[in-house]
């Protein structure tokens, strides 16, 4: 039997709350070309920003948005703004999340290798989504994301959207060790390489830090964006001249 064709989107589980919307795009389904193909997403990667804008608009059509999602300029940091408060112009703000409490409010992040996470109350009142690259995870940029939702991690949901997988992810000791400082048994997240170097499984690292800030609902994971050429675009499989895909989340009006 032949594979089937790549899809240019992925959804969460089906228990997803009721009025929530999460959506993680492919790299397929767009208008780019050579490295960018075909549905980049972001204008700082390299890509004719006129593509990217219609790539942008092509993606609002196929999703049906309720409105433009909140870009952000993203930053490997921890900061979670409030997308409803946000009122910056046409500049992207700084920051490597975003939340809402409004509906028809679209948050996004952009990716090719870091972990997208999305994270929603159980009762469908707030959504978040972060990008989780590794220095951002451990600095605790999940927790940032908990931390701005009005409900307790106990009523939190999380998926966790596409990423590089643990047997392509190589990493140096420092990364280890920016792991294990703060808990040492994230190093059960990491396999030895050769010589220093080792490999890191940034899924299991997430669903750590999630359940040790008391989330137990967590789906999603198990693609690798370095190993789906097809699929994914990926920074590091294509030496930092590629695409960015999107994961955004909404709480919808309807």
């Given at each position: 039997?032949s594979?089937p064709?790549p899809?240019?989107?992925?959804g969460?589980?089906p ?5 929530v919307r999460a959506?993680a795009?492919?790299?397929?389904g767009?208008l780019g070309t050579?490295?960018?193909?075909t549905?980049g997403?972001?204008a700082?990667?390299?890509d004719?920003?006129?593509?990217v804008?219609a790539?942008?608009?092509r993606l609002a ?7 433009s999602?909140?870009w952000l300029r993203?930053?490997?940091?921890t900061?979670?703004i409030?997308?409803?408060a ?15 409490q409004a509906?028809?409010t679209?948050?996004a992040?952009l990716t ?6 999305v994270l929603a109350a159980?009762?469908?009142s707030a959504v ?7 220095k951002g ?5 999940i927790?940032?994301?908990l931390?701005?939702l009005p409900?307790p991690p106990?009523?939190?949901q999380?998926?966790l959207?596409?990423?590089i997988g643990?047997r ?5 000791p420092?990364?280890r060790e920016?792991?294990?400082s703060r808990d040492?048994e994230h190093g ?9 170097r ?7 690292l ?8 008391g989330?137990?609902?967590i ?10 050429p ?10 930092g001249r590629t695409g960015?895909?999107?994961t ?7």
């Amino acid at each position: 039997m032949s594979e089937p064709r790549p899809v240019p989107f992925l959804g969460p589980s089906p228990a997803w709350p009721a009025g929530v919307r999460a959506v993680a795009t492919t790299r397929v389904g767009g208008l780019g070309t050579g490295p960018w193909a075909t549905l980049g997403l972001s204008a700082g990667g390299g890509d004719d920003p006129a593509i990217v804008d219609a790539n942008r608009a092509r993606l609002a059509r196929l999703l049906a948005l309720p409105a433009s999602p909140l870009w952000l300029r993203q930053v490997h940091g921890t900061q979670v703004i409030h997308a409803d408060a946000w009122a910056g112009g046409d500049a992207a703000p700084q920051a490597d999340g975003a939340w809402t409490q409004a509906r028809d409010t679209v948050c996004a992040v952009l990716t090719a290798d870091c972990l997208p996470v999305v994270l929603a109350a159980n009762d469908g009142s707030a959504v978040a989504v972060v990008h989780a690259g590794w220095k951002g995870l451990a600095a605790g940029v999940i927790e940032s994301g908990l931390e701005c939702l009005p409900t307790p991690p106990d009523g939190v949901q999380a998926w966790l959207g596409p990423a590089i997988g643990p047997r392509a992810f190589e990493v140096g000791p420092e990364v280890r060790e920016a792991f294990v400082s703060r808990d040492p048994e994230h190093g059960e997240a990491f396999r030895r390489g050769q010589g220093d170097r080792w490999w890191a499984d940034l899924y299991a690292l997430a669903r750590r830090r999630l359940r040790r800030a008391g989330v137990t609902r967590i789906s999603g994971g198990g693609w690798c964006t370095y190993g789906e050429p097809e699929r994914f675009f990926s920074h590091r499989r294509d030496q930092g001249r590629t695409g960015r895909m999107a994961t955004l989340a909404w709480l919808h009006s309807r």
